[in-house]
């Protein structure tokens, strides 16, 4: 079942880079208590989300924290390894966390995963934004098409605000 609006996230667990090394953080690590824009991504390095959506995020993270975000966050199905290197190339002021999904654990379990095994990518997750408040879905934002960035994009979640 595809997760929407009002909706409780599941618990899962995402692998984060640190200075010690790859650490685990659940869900209530990320959302408990926090109002979090998350902002999902087929693939990190892939065109449209490092030429489109990615931008659209850090353009506005000032923006939207400014109006109470208390944490931006950006997940895909990726390793650790390869979502610090982005991070490293995309997040040049540190705004974002970014979550390694690297099973689709978390895409699965919110039914948002998206088979790219067509194109060599196998299991991803679909592309999308959302609000969490607490833990529950207050906005979201799923795009129609991978490979564009529509609604899912920094702008269109700072104007929902």
């Known amino acids: 079942m595809t997760i929407k ?6 618990a899962a667990t995402f692998r984060v880079m640190t200075a010690d090394g790859v650490q ?19 693939g990190a390095y892939t065109g449209t989300c490092h030429k489109m959506h990615m931008p659209s995020i850090f353009l506005n ?29 995309t997040d040049q002021r540190d705004e974002a966390i970014y979550l390694a999904d690297g099973n689709a654990e978390f895409a699965k379990a919110i039914g ?21 408040d607490d833990g529950v879905v207050k906005i979201f934002n799923l795009e129609a098409n991978p490979g564009k960035v529509e609604v899912s994009g920094g702008d269109t979640l700072l104007g929902q605000l």
Do not use: H, Q
């Not at 609006?5 to 599941?10: N, Q, S, V």
């Not at 685990?24 to 087929?42: E, N, S």
């Open 24 to 42: 685990a953080k659940t869900t209530d690590d990320i959302f408990k208590g926090k109002k979090v824009a998350l902002f999902a991504v087929p």
């Open 61 to 89: 993270a000032a923006a939207l924290k400014a109006k109470g975000v208390d944490t931006i966050a950006v997940v895909s199905v990726n390793d650790a390894f390869v979502m610090s290197a982005w991070k490293r190339d």
């Open 112 to 132: 948002l995963e998206l088979d790219a095994s067509g194109n060599g990518l196998g299991i991803r997750s679909k592309r999308y934004s959302m609000l969490v």
């Open 5 to 10: 609006t009002g909706d409780r996230l599941p």
